[in-house]
Nanobody, 123 residues
């Protein structure tokens, strides 16, 4: 199983950024795909997840109304669209995958993790 995240970088507060996750080595369409993040000096937290049937689950209220997630099973990719970014969104973002639905996957721990990509929101 491989998960590769793309799209991190430096963005000003209020700006937008799009992260993509490409999966391989597993039946992508059958897996929940999500994003976790870890800010400097803080614990890792779940951000958002999309189930195999397209159901979205927010793991943190702090991104509601600003972040959305979508998936393209034909391309084995998931996209995290981040708008109205704040300095508090600065973190390393990890793409994750699990065969369970998003709620259960977060409870038991995501099975597969990709390498992170850094998002830095700063002026």
């Amino acid at each position: 199983v491989q998960l590769q995240a793309f799209g991190g970088g430096l963005v000003q507060p209020g700006g937008s950024l799009r992260l993509s996750c490409a999966g391989s080595g597993f039946t992508f369409r059958d897996y929940s795909i999500g994003w976790f993040r870890q800010a400097p000096g803080k614990e890792r937290e779940g951000v958002l997840c999309i189930g195999s049937l397209g159901t979205t689950r927010y793991y943190t209220d702090s991104v509601k109304g600003r972040f959305t997630i979508s998936r393209d099973n034909a391309k084995n990719t998931v996209t995290l669209q981040m708008n109205s970014l704040k300095p508090g969104d600065t973190a390393v973002y990890y793409c994750v995958a699990d065969p369970l639905p998003c709620v259960e996957a977060a409870y038991y721990g995501m099975d597969y993790w990709g390498k992170g990509t850094l998002v830095n929101v700063s002026s």
